[in-house]
């Protein structure tokens, strides 16, 4: 698999939902707000990893200028969610199996000391019930998509107990980028149903005010995760494996 000719090449991808999102860029916009809204559409599986970003499609979806389109892919290209070939385009990045231990590294350090810094119960936990109730609901319908979708919430609210805007900002990527993987599970039930309970216990553990024990179970959650990630990336085309 390689960046310009992956699985998902040549699909006309639908923009009428990013279009809905013109509506966040007010007055004042900015590659950076672009950024933002093209990272939380990775984030939940509207790019898939390879597809090119036609900046034409795009920039009429979102009513923005070419040049601020390109200042927003120069950002997240630095946050290494997207590519750029000469003169070939810009495309979604494909990540390797050393992407995805490094993402983990990332993960347990910053998700397992944000738990393990809660101070006293009872702890600020309405993030991570919005989210679970987000994935229950998407798993009724039997969306996967939305159930993955949901999972990075949750892990973005797991994040958000440490109360820090950088951390926020830096999860907010790596997550993104963590989405890229899950593209290579072929069975996405299979893969995304069992965390969904997981996460139910998670947070219970948490609602009961226990730190320690959730920092442990979080610790033997994301290196069955990781585990699973690297194994379907073995069996596949993916470079680097």
Known sequence: MTAESPVASGVDLDLSELAADRALLGRTSTAERVAAILRERIAQGLFRPGVRLSEERIGGALGVSRNTLREAFRL???????????NRGTFVRVLEAADIVDIYRVRRLVECAAVRGLEEPPFPLEGLRAA???????????????????NIHFHQAVAGLAQSVRTDDLMRGVLAELRLAFHVMGDPRRFHEPYLTRNRELLGVLEKGD???????????????????????????????
């Open 211 to 241: 730190a320690a024990g959730a920092e442990r179970m979080l610790g033997f959650y994301l290196e069955d995760s990781r585990r699973q990630l690297i194994e379907a990336y073995a069996e596949s085309s993916v470079p680097g494996v």
């Open 132 to 150: 679970l109730r987000e994935g229950e609901e998407s798993a009724e319908r039997r969306d996967w998509a939305g159930c993955a979708t949901a």
């Open 76 to 86: 997240l290209t630095h946050e290494r969610l997207l590519v750029h070939r000469l």
